[in-house]
């Protein structure tokens, strides 16, 4: 399963779309969704194709201008500390003399400091940056209309809301596992639920160690019995 093939949804369309915008335009593309839904796996797989792209993944410790710099600093190979302004400013100089993409995932740990200095970054290199996260980070970026965060809203060309797979995608996802149609509908419905193909994945990861051997077919109980591990029921 670790070796899944990154599957051709809607999920992957909307977000290489969005990317794809940000990068062309030289502007700030903002997608949210609930966790689970794919989003990290497709930027990663963008990545992959577009090599310099510079891609950081946030942890709650790196929230202030101070972290996020740090991290994009450390991704070009450019290990620097000190203020904000000397952060920011290295960070302006290198991609004013080397224009490239920048994504941002797990954006939603960002203060509205380190936000700001985003939209600083990319006003001054006109180059493309992508926030990406959990729909924290649209609130956040929304500011639910308060004035204060009328300028930072305005300035996202498109915002993107990543919603939960359908049946069409979870077919294809799977597809290398020959499920049948009952199995493919359960898995679907795990999908709609907390934790989204993400729970799939690890449903079906437990369901593989369940056969009697990788001879047998995989089936809706092994899915049903594994579902029931993962969740703790006698």
Avoid: W
């Avoid at 991290?71 to 991609?95: N, P, T, Y």
């Avoid at 639920?193 to 369940?210: D, E, F, S």
């Amino acid at each position: 399963m670790k070796n899944l093939q990154v599957a051709h949804t809607q999920t992957l369309d909307e977000i290489t779309m969005a990317v794809s915008f940000a990068e062309a335009a030289g502007d700030i593309s903002l997608i949210y969704g609930d966790a689970g839904l794919g989003k990290t796996v497709s930027l990663k797989e963008y990545t992959k194709s577009h090599p310099d792209t510079i891609y950081v993944e946030l942890k709650d410790c790196d929230k202030s201008t101070k972290g996020v710099c740090e991290k994009i600093l450390s991704s070009i190979g450019k290990e620097q500390h000190g203020v904000d302004r000397l952060l920011v400013d290295a960070i302006i100089d290198f991609l004013t003399a080397s224009p490239r993409l920048v994504i941002i995932d797990e954006a939603q740990h960002l203060s509205i400091r380190a936000l700001e200095n985003l939209r600083a970054i990319n006003d001054t290199t006109e180059t493309g940056i992508v926030l990406c996260g959990n729909p924290t980070v649209y609130d956040r970026m929304h500011g639910r209309g308060q004035a204060h965060f009328a300028q930072l809203y305005s300035r996202i060309g498109i915002r993107r809301h990543i919603v939960e797979p359908t049946l069409e995608d979870i077919t294809t996802i799977f597809a290398p596992y020959s499920l049948g149609t009952e199995s493919l509908l359960y898995l679907h419905q795990l999908a709609l639920q907390r934790g989204g193909i993400r729970n799939c994945v690890k449903v079906l990861n437990i369901a593989l160690q369940l056969r009697d051997g990788i001879e047998e077919p995989l089936t809706i109980d092994h899915l049903q019995s594994a579902c029931q591990l993962r969740n703790g029921a006698q």
